[in-house]
């Protein structure tokens, strides 16, 4: 059984269709990529999947999202447990700038009550940070505010932050669309490593990022998902002419 | 031009030096410690007196308005700043905004119809409720700001965490927000402090007592300067002056107080 298993999923921002009978399965210890032009639905996907679409008053979702076969729109379901399945990072790093470096990453486990004891914790923010590749960099400064930290180094403190609530997939939403080249091939370095225990969904508008880093890619457009396959196959015998254009850079 | 602005932007400056050194030479005087906890002076003979109860009235008064139109206002500002997309918002919204521009003295005849006359008495609670009702728009207008202005990124991440809506929103948010929330009660207080008119019909005003109730009559800062300033008696003119000059400090206090926690937020 695949880890994830989309099935009819169509989403609305009010009247304008934006997802349109998605049906996508995501295999598990990848690393599935997302790609298309702006405004193509990629992140609204991904946002349909922990449901964080919600928070958008606009928004409307039908169809079905399964994670180890749960379905995640269940009436009977937990739309926290939900959240929590998913770690989720975001296009702009957004680490709570008014907390600590210790406290970004301790927050989700602690507000859950998915820890016992202080010493729990400390472990797990440590365990975090150092999956993050963070831990030798901010090890002595754990006490101070996030904010001082680089982009590149805040964008690992919300991987950090995300992977101690030890979700089973990590989706990633253009994460490097805001670092410098250097930070930003860290994250992807990070990426690789991270796909040895977990399975991560990255979204991006670079068809160049997905080939370099994914296992598996599904090209969206304008709503509509025109092709999924291994990355290889996709990027040198396209099915679609479509993805076609896309992959060598005509569209986008 | 400009010369004529600035003029004018200096000129409209003025008042408030003027009030406050005014208020400060001629009050400033009679203001000492016993000033502060005294009964105020009878109005032919005997010592200078004091303003202790209508000080503690005027802290009981603050406390608890703000305390009751602190907690509806913050979940007020709270709701209009999420749920800003509905009709229900829309409308508190510009109720609220009707609301700052009332005149205070028929929140205090209101409170005076529903609190004063059925019961028949004068009380302090009823002072308590017209200046919440007073404070609360200024409270959630102000609270809706601050938390309008947390980026909505931060709440995608606080609701990522698998955190329920009390947690990200009086919790993880609130942290966030809290210099623009501790500035919205601080305005609230300051108002507070400084109104007269609600309590008119409200509080009634006591002289030679302290706080003895609720449910009773009570003394205010901005009430007393008001009685006293009208008498005819020239020792309760002076209790005025140094009420006015511990009042002004009062505003002044809170006003310093909100400055210096907005400027940590630009930080």
């Keep these: 059984m695949s880890l994830v298993e989309i099935s009819n999923l169509n989403a609305w921002y009010g009247d304008k269709h934006v997802l349109k009978n998605i049906n996508l399965e995501i295999p598990r210890n990848i690393i599935f990529a997302i790609m298309g032009p702006s405004g193509c639905g990629k992140s609204t996907l991904l946002r349909a999947m922990n449901r964080l679409l919600e928070l958008n008053p606009n928004a409307k979702v039908s169809g079905q999202v399964k994670i180890d076969g749960i379905d995640v729109y269940s009436d009977k379901i937990d739309i926290t447990w939900v959240r929590r399945q998913f770690g989720m990072v975001f296009q702009i790093p957004n680490p709570f700038p008014h907390l600590s470096i210790y406290d970004n990453v301790a927050i989700g486990p602690r507000m859950n009550g998915l820890v016992k004891n202080k010493s729990e914790l400390d472990q797990l923010v440590k365990w975090a940070l150092e999956k993050a590749y963070l831990w030798d960099e901010v090890k002595n400064d754990l006490k101070k505010p996030a904010s001082m930290l680089s982009g590149g180094q805040q964008q690992r403190l919300c991987i950090a932050r995300a992977l101690a609530l030890k979700p089973k997939i990590i989706l990633m939403d253009e994460p490097t669309a805001n670092l410098d080249p250097v930070a930003a091939s860290k994250i992807e370095e990070l990426m690789l490593e991270l796909k040895e225990d977990y399975t991560i969904v990255i979204v991006t508008h670079n068809p160049q990022q997905a080939a370099r880093v994914s296992d598996y890619v599904a090209f969206l457009y304008m709503g509509e998902l025109i092709e999924v396959g291994e990355t290889s196959q996709v990027f040198t015998r396209p099915v679609h002419k479509l993805t076609e254009r896309y992959v060598v850079g005509k569209i986008g | ?267």
Excluded: C
Aim: no cysteine.
């Design chain 2, 1 to 267: 031009m400009l010369g004529v602005i600035s003029l004018l932007a200096i000129i409209s400056a003025i008042p408030i030096f003027a009030i406050i050194i005014n208020i400060y030479s001629e009050g400033l005087k009679y203001v000492s410690l016993s000033f502060l906890i005294d009964f105020p002076p009878p109005p032919i003979s005997g010592g200078a007196g004091g303003i202790g109860p209508a000080l503690v009235g005027s802290l009981i008064l603050i406390g608890l308005a703000t305390v009751i139109g602190g907690a509806i206002g913050f979940f007020t500002g709270l709701y209009l700043s999420e749920y800003s997309h509905t009709k229900l918002a829309q409308y508190t919204q510009m109720f609220l905004q009707i609301m700052v521009e009332f005149p205070t003295i028929i929140i205090g005849l209101f409170a005076y119809s529903v609190l004063v006359a059925p019961l028949k008495r004068f009380n302090a609670f009823a002072g308590a409720f017209a200046l919440s009702i007073v404070i609360i728009p200024y409270i959630a207008l102000n609270v809706r700001e601050a938390y309008k202005s947390i980026p909505y990124t931060l709440k995608e991440a606080a609701f990522s965490l698998g955190l329920s809506y009390p947690k990200v929103y009086l919790r993880v948010l609130l942290s966030t927000a809290k210099r623009g929330v501790l500035t919205a009660l601080l305005i609230g207080m300051a108002k507070a402090g400084g109104e007269t008119a609600p309590l008119l019909l409200t509080i009634l005003g006591t002289t030679f007592t302290y706080f003895e109730g609720l449910d009773q009559p009570i003394n205010a800062i901005p009430l007393l300067i008001y009685n006293f300033a009208l008498s005819p008696y020239e020792r309760w003119h002076q209790v005025a002056w140094g009420a006015s000059a511990v009042l002004l400090t009062i505003i002044l206090t809170i006003f310093i107080i909100s400055r210096l926690v907005v400027k940590e937020v630009k930080i």
